[in-house]
C-alpha cells in the first residue's frame, strides 16, 4: 500500500508565503517523477510544477519566478515553496508520484489534497 501525505498549506495573505511538503510511504520499489497538481473550485486539475529524480524542474507559466519545487530522494519527499501568493492561486493543492510499488507495476498515485487560501 502506498500513502501519500500532504502538509503545510493553509490560509495567507496575498504576498505571502507557504511550503507544502508530501511524504510518500509504504511499499515502494522505485519513484520517478514527483509533482503538484492543483484545482480550483469549478475548474480542472493542472500542474503546477513537477521534478525528476535527477531534480528537472517544469513549472506553470503562472507560478514561474514564484514557486520552487524541490525534493529529497532518499527521503521520498517533494516540497512546494510557494512566495508572492496572489488570491488566484487558492485551491486545492494535490501531490502526485510516478512510481513502481513493485518492480512488474508502474503507475500515478495522488495525495488527499491540501487546501491553499490566499485571501485578505
Not at 13 to 28: F, H, K, V
Not at 80 to 105: F, G, H, I
Request: proline share 4%.
Amino acid at each position: 500500500q502506498v500513502q501519500l501525505v500532504e502538509s503545510g498549506g493553509g490560509l495567507v495573505q496575498p504576498g505571502g508565503s507557504l511550503r507544502l511538503s508530501c511524504a510518500a510511504s509504504g511499499s515502494i520499489f522505485s519513484i520517478y517523477a514527483m509533482g503538484w497538481y492543483r484545482q480550483a473550485p469549478g475548474k480542472q486539475r493542472e500542474l503546477v510544477a513537477a521534478i525528476t529524480t535527477g531534480g528537472r524542474t517544469n513549472y506553470a507559466d503562472s507560478v514561474k519566478g514564484r514557486f520552487t519545487i524541490s525534493r529529497h530522494n532518499a527521503k521520498n519527499t517533494v516540497y512546494l515553496q510557494m512566495n508572492s501568493l496572489k488570491p488566484e492561486d487558492t485551491a486545492v493543492y494535490y501531490c502526485n508520484a510516478d512510481l513502481n510499488p513493485r518492480p512488474e507495476y508502474r503507475g500515478d498515485y495522488w495525495g488527499q489534497g491540501t487546501q491553499v487560501t490566499v485571501s485578505s
